[in-house]
């Protein structure tokens, strides 16, 4: 089955200590986005890849960190996380960075305590 | 600056009453505008795009159509799986990037 899989799907933590969000896709998709999306401000880009070691910021890249070592995985890291990240994470695949047929994952609810 | 506007934020049908969702943008050069339905704690599953003013696609009770300003999503006679938040993006041709609109939330009971 075409997936993007999101680990974990909830995480709470303390301020300050380094997490890792995983993101996988087996449909060999050159593009891949995380998206933070909180209420009234809707789903928002933090950063993209257009492909492997390709990396860019996107509107809300403050505090978090991504690589793409490989195709299929963009971890999304945040270093020290701050309450105001609080929120619900998605990760989305597409070919070539079309937005025809965005293939999101089922979410990360993160809450920074 | 690129952006995406939709109307109501939330909508409440009755079971089989037809409605319709808007989607308002601006955009520097549209390389195409997609929907997208989300149901709670769930991601975002893609629905449609359409690429040029006058392009219509349907699926199911669901209808988009696009002009050079707006877009509309047509419910006919909807049911209460329909029920879901409803999401308009735009992808600008120059950036590449997806911009979302905020959702309508759209409940329809029986």
């Known amino acids: 089955e075409a997936q993007v899989t999101q680990n974990p799907r909830y995480l709470i933590t303390v301020t300050g200590k380094k997490l890792t969000v995983t993101c996988s896709q087996n449909m060999n998709h050159e593009y891949m986005s995380w998206y933070r999306q909180d209420p009234g401000l809707g789903l928002r880009q933090i950063y993209y890849s257009m492909n492997v070691e390709v990396t860019d910021k996107g509107d809300v890249p403050e505090g978090y960190k991504v690589s793409r070592k490989e195709k299929r995985n963009f971890p999304l890291i945040l270093e020290s996380p701050s309450p105001n990240q609080t929120s619900l994470y998605f990760c989305a695949s597409s070919f070539q960075g079309t937005g025809n047929g965005y293939t999101f994952g089922s979410g990360t609810r993160l809450t920074v305590v | 600056e690129d952006q995406v506007t939709q109307s109501p934020e939330a909508l409440r049908l009755q079971e089989g009453e037809s409605s319709s969702l808007n989607c308002s943008y601006t955009v520097s050069g549209l390389r195409g505008l997609f929907w997208y339905r989300q149901d709670p704690g769930k991601g975002p599953e893609f629905l449609f795009t359409?690429?040029?003013a006058g392009e219509e696609k349907e699926k199911e009770r669901l209808k988009a159509t696009l002009t050079k300003k707006e877009s509309f999503l047509h419910i006919t006679a909807p049911k209460p799986e329909d029920s879901a938040t409803y999401l308009c993006?735009?992808?600008?041709?120059?950036?590449?990037?997806?911009?979302f609109g905020q959702g309508t939330t759209l409940q329809v009971k029986p």
């Open positions: 359409l690429y040029s």
């Open positions: 993006a735009v992808q600008a041709s120059n950036t590449g990037k997806l911009i």
